[in-house]
């Protein structure tokens, strides 16, 4: 039984046949074709049982393994490695076909090489999900074929691996390692100038050439008779909540990735930023209840416990409740704290709907509404009208962009920060606001 699960016969055997066929149909006409034809068929028999033979006179042929990491990243080229080890004693032609999970869609990968005499071979691939979850990958077949190339013996390694996609891991090192060696500007982070003085007083000292005069301390200069400043540190540890909405507006999908993927992988990098910032960093999702809060706190090994949530984290079929929103925050965060809220408005009506709610958050916190340009209207927009339909199209696409400016303009006359971005542009432009904002020493 065994024999007959890994024993498969090889493409050139059906053109080995095929020529057979062809000899007997032509011994038809040439009498002397016939006995040679059958010679070919006692031939072709007799090398089919060496090849059968040669793969399974070796117990263990081929050894393979593949290496998957801990955790995959949303929206990232993923690398993974297929080890193979030969023990044929001959060169050996290896299909490799990976049964990957069924959210990549993907039912034809294939990897054809050759092997030498106990030769140890490695090749890469890359994967690139667009979901969070567990992606179950099914069995990694080997089917090994001797120079004879008659039949071939199939090999079946690691069935049933897991491994989960969390947010974009990738592009969280991506920006921290790029902060550290200070090379923001490679990704289009914008280095701010300091407005002011941040509100955290450090300590009085001496008056010296080159310091601001608008610091300088009246009552100690009277009290030691020379010239004393107050000196300023930038001001540390203030809370920061990234608030995500999870209704129905976030599950537009862009470029394959949800508007929620979006704003989590976005989330992640951002929290990864602020923590190295020494800022505490918090988390809120909500639609129609609160589903996820998460208090805002000023450790790294914190960001472990928002990309645990970030991880679970689902688009609802349902409006947010804002008013619930400005209830739990009101009830929740009580010290002035950065506040960045990732949703979506499509109608300046929609907008207006929950305006007074974002009023009300923003007269005691700094509140970033972020939302999404529409990429895809951007790209009609941009196209030649040639017809009469385009023409509609390209007015009505052109009236909802206008709607989306609108918005801004409208919350930037009342008071409050806005970001309107497009999807991939998401984090770069949510940490350039929250570099201003600390630097306008606004919070």
């Not at 008659?150 to 969280?172: C, E």
């Not at 601001?212 to 930038?234: E, P």
């Not at 958050?361 to 951007?378: D, G, P, Q, R």
Request: proline share 3%; glycine share 2%.
């Amino acid at each position: 039984m065994q024999f007959l699960r890994s024993f498969y016969i090889h493409n050139h055997f059906f053109w080995y046949i095929s020529v057979l066929a062809a000899c007997f149909v032509v011994s038809y006409w040439v009498p002397i074709l016939y006995p040679i034809s059958w010679l070919l068929v006692f031939i072709l028999l007799t090398l089919l049982l060496v090849d059968v033979y040669l793969l399974y006179n070796t117990a263990e042929g081929l050894k393979s393994s593949r290496e998957l990491p801990q955790k995959l990243s949303n929206s990232d080229e993923n690398l993974l490695a297929v080890k193979i080890s030969s023990r044929y004693p001959f060169r050996t032609e290896v299909v490799v076909i990976d049964e990957l999970p069924v959210q990549f869609q993907k039912r034809d990968f294939i990897h054809v090489t050759q092997l030498f005499k106990n030769q140890n071979y490695t090749f890469d691939y890359a994967v690139r999900p667009v979901d969070r979850g567990e992606y179950f990958f099914g069995q990694l077949n080997l089917y090994a074929s001797s120079p004879l190339r008659i039949v071939r013996r199939r090999y079946v390694f690691q069935k049933d691996q897991m491994v989960p996609v969390y947010p974009s891991i990738i592009q969280m090192q991506q920006y921290d390692f790029l902060a550290i060696n200070n090379r923001l500007s490679e990704i289009g982070l914008k280095k701010i100038r300091r407005i002011g003085h941040t509100q955290e007083f450090e300590q009085i000292k001496e008056y010296i050439k080159g310091d601001d005069i608008r610091t300088i301390n009246w009552k100690a200069t009277a009290k030691k008779n020379q010239l004393m400043v107050n000196q300023y540190q930038d001001e540390k540890s203030q809370p920061i909540y990234s608030i995500i909405d999870t209704g129905r507006v976030m599950k537009m999908p862009f470029n394959d990735l949800k508007l929620l993927d979006y704003a989590i992988n976005s989330t992640l990098a951002f929290s990864n930023v602020a923590l190295k910032r020494n800022d505490k960093t918090g988390m809120v999702t909500f639609s129609k209840n609160i589903e996820t809060f998460v208090p805002a706190i000023q450790k790294i090994s914190h960001l472990n416990t928002i990309l645990q949530k970030l991880y679970n984290i689902n688009t609802e079929f349902t409006d947010s409740d804002f008013g619930l929103l400005y209830a739990h925050i009101k009830r929740k965060i009580n010290q002035r704290s950065l506040l960045l809220l990732y949703t979506n408005f499509e109608h300046i009506s929609a907008l207006r709907r929950q305006l007074p709610f974002l009023l009300a958050i923003a007269k005691k916190h700094v509140l970033v509404v972020i939302f999404f340009e529409n990429t895809e209207l951007e790209s009609l927009i941009a196209t030649d009208a040639e017809d009469l339909q385009t023409i509609y199209h390209k007015t009505i696409a052109e009236k909802f962009s206008m709607e989306k400016r609108l918005m801004q303009k409208e919350l930037q006359r009342h008071g409050i920060q806005t970001i309107l971005t497009k999807p991939e542009s998401l984090t770069i432009n949510t940490i350039n606001k929250y570099l201003e904002i600390k630097a306008r020493g606004l919070l």
